[in-house]
């Protein structure tokens, strides 16, 4: 529930960055879950940034995956169509 309102709120600054500031959102947003969750820890600022894109980056492809449905979609080709 925080991440929208900060998104919201970093709107201006995301715009004028063209989406490059969404980064360091999502580098706080990871960051204060390691300081929230025990045992998950973040050495700094660039290793919250770099898990961020890692983040990015995995869910990006997972919704490419998924589809627009909200199912996973798999296509199976069975022999010749004409057959």
Known sequence: MVRPVIVLLTLPITGLTLGVFLLVVNAAMLALVA??????????????????????????????YIGPSGRVE??????????
């Open 74 to 83: 798999i296509l199976i080709v069975r022999g010749d169509v004409y057959e």
């Open 35 to 64: 300081a929230l969750l025990y045992g998950f820890v973040l050495r700094g600022f660039l290793p919250a940034v770099l898990g961020s894109l890692v983040v990015s980056l995995t869910s990006w492809i997972a919704a490419w």
